[in-house]
């Protein structure tokens, strides 16, 4: 069934460059149509009209079947090829290019005073009299 969808796939793609190739542009008076014999046989709307609604049937064509190759192709496989491999865990944040930090269990240096810890100093609001 897959090989008879992608000979489908293969004959529309031709069909549809062929029919995009065809149609003419609307600057453009010179298309592939356009030969002595073809103005009795077709008018220029009636032409156009008609690869207009080609050109969509093609497309409608290799699109649904493109959509359902896609989906016979997914189904034969249940693995992926990365299933096995471990996934990447990188640091979302510049910190981690810095120096990691010093463990919090280990004594300042003797040499080094600790810093001082400050709390701020409340003071008293101060109180107007009258």
């Known amino acids: 069934m897959t090989t008879a969808l992608m000979v489908l796939q293969a004959i529309t793609s031709v069909l549809l460059i062929i029919t995009v190739l ?3 542009g609307k600057g ?4 592939l149509m356009t030969a002595a ?8 709307s009636t032409r156009g009209n008609i690869m207009t ?3 969509a049937i093609l497309a ?20 992926s090829l990365l ?3 471990k996934p990447v ?5 510049s910190d981690a290019q810095q120096a990691p930090a010093a463990p ?27």
């Open 89 to 93: 865990s990188r640091p979302l944040n």
């Open 60 to 79: 409608i064509i290799f699109l649904g079947n493109s959509i359902l190759l896609a989906r016979l192709q997914d189904s034969k496989f249940e693995k």
């Open 22 to 24: 065809l149609q003419f």
């Open 28 to 31: 453009a008076e010179a298309g």
């Open 104 to 130: 919090a269990n280990t004594a300042a240096p003797a040499n080094q005073a600790a810093p001082a810890t400050t709390t701020p100093a409340t003071t008293p609001a101060p109180t107007t009299t009258k």
């Open 53 to 55: 609604k080609i050109t």
């Open 37 to 44: 014999g073809s103005e009795s046989i077709m008018s220029s």
């Open 83 to 85: 299933d096995s491999e």
